[in-house]
C-alpha cells in the first residue's frame, strides 16, 4: 500500500463488547477501514490475570500487523488496563485504549465530583479509572464496582429484563449511596444496557459511554498525525469492514447485525495462538 | 515410578468447577494420589466450539503426561462432550468422562421415565446427555436447557440468593412443565447450587450430580484394569493432592477450600498454550 493514509485502523476486545467502539467508528470517521479481531476463544478477559492480558494483547497486535493497520484501539477497558501502556511502547503505530476519553468525558461532566465506576472485576482491580480521573481532578471522589454478571446477562440476550433490573439495582445501589451524578459504563458490553440503566437511574446521572469518546479521541490522534483518509469510497468498493474472532462464534453475524449499522454475515477464524 | 499404580490421576476441567469431581475421587478413592489441572485462563468452555475445546484438552493431557498419570477424569461436561471420543483414541492411559455416568444414574432413578438435563449451551447442543440415554433406554424423554448465566452467579458467590433463585427458575420451568422426576445437574458448578434446586425443585425431583456417580466409575475403571493404589498412606507423606492452572486466580484457594476436605494454599501456574 502507498499511502499509509489508507491503510486500516485495527480494533480489537476479548470478544464482541469491542462492536461498540467499532460502530462509533463507523459512525463517527465514515472514510475509514476497520480490521475488527475478537478474541472469541479466550474471551472474557475481565476476570484473567495481567501478565495473561499482555501475552493475549501481544498475540493480537501480531496479528493486526499482518494487515497492515495504521493505527490500533484497544476497545477492551480490561486489556486498555492491563496492556496499553505496553502495547505503546512496543508497537510502531499509534495505540489508544478506551479509558483516558471515558475518564475525561466523566471529569467534564459531573457537577457534584462524585464519579461511579462499573466495569469487569479485572479493571476494577487495576483503579485505572479512578488514578486517571485523579490526576485530571484530585477533588473528585470515585466509587467502583465491578459487575461481573452484566456481561453473561447480555451475552444470553436478557437485555430488557426484570432479572437483569434487580442485578444493575444491586450493583449500582452503592453507587447511589453515594449521590453519583455521572456513571462510566467502563466495560464494552454495558452500553447495550444502557437505556435499562437509563429507565433505572433517572435523568439525575448523566452515563458515559467510552466508545463514543474513543472514537473522538481517535479522529483527533489521526488528524494530528497526518493519518486520516480523505479519499471518497469509490462505489464499487468492497465493504472497507473486515471481521476476524478467534474461535467460531455462531453468535458473531447475530451480534454484530444488531448493533453495527452495516450487514455482516461471518467473521474470519484465526488460529490467535499461533501469533 | 515402578509401580505404575501409585501413580496420580489426573483431572482436568475448564477451571474451578471440576473440584467438586475431585472431591468426589478423594472421599471415594482415599488413596489416590491426584494432579488437578483448572484452565482458569481460557475458562469457561461452555460458549466454545468443539474444534477449540478438543485443541485445549489436547495441551491439558500433554501436561498431564509430563506428570506420569495413570489415568485421566475429564472432569468438564463440556470438554467430555467434545473430545472423550478423540482422546480415548489417542491416549494410551484410560479415560473417562462425567456424562456416562451421570446418565447411567438418571436412567436408573427415574420413574415415569421424563429426566432433565441442565448443562452449558455447548453440552447442550452436542445432544450427547440425549444421545445417551436414549441408547439405555430408547422410552425415556430427555428434556434440555441450557443454562450459560449459572456459571457466572455460582463464581460471583451469590449462591443462596433471591436473585439466583428467580434465575434458576426460569431455567426449569420447562422442565417441571415437561414433569421431569429426575434432574441431571450437567455442568461441574451445579452442585454447589444443588440446596437451592432442592428447595426450589421440592422432593419430587431426583438431583443428579454426575461427580458423585464418575468417582465410582473410576473406582470400577482402576480395578478392572488392576490400576487401584494399595499402600495405604504413610504417617509423613506429603500430601497427595496437586493442583495447577493456567491463569493466576486469586480466588482459586478461596474457592478449593469451600469444596475440598483439605486445606489447599495454592496452585501451580503452567503455560498451558506451550504444550
Not at 242 to 270: G, H, M, Q, T, Y
Request: net charge negative.
Amino acid at each position: 500500500m502507498t499511502d499509509i493514509r489508507q491503510a486500516p485502523i485495527g480494533v480489537f476486545d476479548s470478544g464482541l463488547g469491542g462492536l461498540t467502539v467499532a460502530r462509533e467508528i463507523m459512525r463517527n470517521l465514515p472514510t475509514e477501514k476497520i480490521v475488527y479481531f475478537g478474541d472469541t476463544a479466550r474471551v472474557p478477559y475481565g476476570n484473567k490475570s495481567k501478565e495473561t492480558i499482555i501475552r493475549y494483547s501481544r498475540q493480537i497486535v501480531r496479528f493486526l500487523q499482518t494487515q497492515e493497520i495504521k493505527a490500533i484501539v484497544i476497545a477492551c477497558n480490561t486489556a486498555t488496563a492491563y496492556a496499553l501502556d505496553v502495547l505503546q511502547e512496543e508497537v510502531d503505530v499509534p495505540v489508544i485504549g478506551v479509558i483516558e476519553s471515558g475518564a475525561h468525558m466523566a471529569v467534564d461532566s459531573t457537577r457534584n465530583k462524585q464519579i461511579g465506576v462499573i466495569a469487569t472485576k479485572a479493571t476494577i482491580s487495576t483503579h485505572v479509572y479512578t488514578d486517571t480521573i485523579s490526576r485530571m481532578d484530585p477533588e473528585i471522589n470515585v466509587i467502583s464496582q465491578a459487575c461481573p454478571l452484566l456481561v453473561p446477562l447480555v451475552e444470553e440476550g436478557w437485555i430488557h429484563d426484570q432479572i437483569t433490573d434487580e442485578i444493575i439495582m444491586r450493583y449500582v445501589d452503592d453507587l447511589i449511596e453515594h449521590d453519583i451524578d455521572t456513571l462510566i459504563l467502563g466495560c464494552t458490553h454495558y452500553p447495550l444496557l444502557r437505556s435499562e440503566m437509563r429507565k433505572l437511574l433517572g435523568d439525575r446521572v448523566t452515563l458515559v459511554n467510552p466508545a463514543y469518546e474513543t472514537a473522538k479521541a481517535l479522529e483527533q490522534l489521526l488528524t494530528e498525525k497526518d493519518l486520516r483518509n480523505i479519499m471518497p469510497k469509490a462505489k464499487d468498493e468492497p465493504t472497507p469492514y473486515r471481521f476476524f474472532v478467534s474461535d467460531d462464534s455462531e453468535r458473531f453475524a447475530d451480534f454484530a447485525n444488531s448493533i453495527l449499522p452495516i450487514d455482516v454475515k461471518s467473521a474470519k477464524i484465526i488460529p490467535i495462538e499461533e501469533y
